[in-house]
């Protein structure tokens, strides 16, 4: 129990257009989801916090209208990237919290060219 | 601020041998601590955690941790490493407040020689 998926697991995009990544929780249900941004051989940087039916609480640093979240359903957050740089390049992961844990995606890797 | 640290980026260990990786934190009030391990370029998998009670947590793939309160320390350790649990492990401390979000520690990579 307890899956979270993500889509697309790797993308490359070019410099100026926009990308989405789904996030989704496969058998139970999360009000609440996080995403996160790891660069290479570094920690997990919290990007927002994701809450169903209301907007995304953003960490001090992060660009809301670049990154955008939408958390439409109890099983599904996207986070979209606008305008994409080449250095908005990295490993986005997701988490789910179900009863005050938090359960991972396996990652989407964006490359912007 | 609650944080964790883990002093040590690398960790080397001969395979059978046992390992140990570092952890220490930073909390006001009860400290909510994990450990994660990430593969390459794999998301996070949920090895073992502390709330409350036994002071030794045991968890997934023979891992298991102390928590000392006095040292402020949450260890992660194994009796007999294998060359598989090469990979990134994670320290985290979970916030007891809004909406619970972990701080992770900077990360250790464990590499295990065959």
């Known amino acids: 129990g307890a899956v979270v998926s993500q889509h697309p697991s790797w993308v490359i995009c070019k410099s100026g257009t926009s990308v989405k990544i789904e996030c989704r929780s496969l058998d139970f249900q999360a009000t609440t989801m996080f995403w996160y941004r790891q660069f290479p051989k570094q920690s997990l940087m919290l990007m927002a916090t994701s809450n169903e039916g209301s907007k995304a609480t953003y960490e001090q640093g992060v660009e809301k209208d670049k990154f955008l979240i939408n958390h439409a359903s109890l099983t599904l957050s996207t986070l979209t990237v606008t305008s994409a740089h080449p250095e908005d390049s990295s490993f986005y992961i997701c988490?789910?919290?179900?009863?005050?844990?938090?359960?991972f995606g396996p990652g989407t890797r964006l490359t912007v060219t | 601020a609650q944080s964790v640290a883990q002093p040590e980026d690398q960790v080397n260990v001969a395979e059978g041998n046992p390992l140990t990786v570092k952890c220490t934190y930073s909390v006001s009030g009860n400290p909510y601590l994990f450990w994660y391990v990430q593969y390459p370029n794999r998301g996070l998998q949920f090895l073992l955690k502390y709330i409350t009670g036994d002071n030794l947590v045991k968890g997934s793939y023979g891992f298991e941790a102390e928590f000392n309160k006095s040292q402020t320390s949450f260890h992660l350790k194994k009796p007999s490493a294998l060359v598989s649990d090469s990979a990134l492990y994670f320290c985290a401390v979970r916030l007891d407040t809004g909406f619970q979000k972990l701080v992770f520690g900077t990360g250790t990579r464990l590499l295990v020689s065959p």
């Open positions: 988490s789910a919290r179900q009863i005050g844990e938090q359960y």
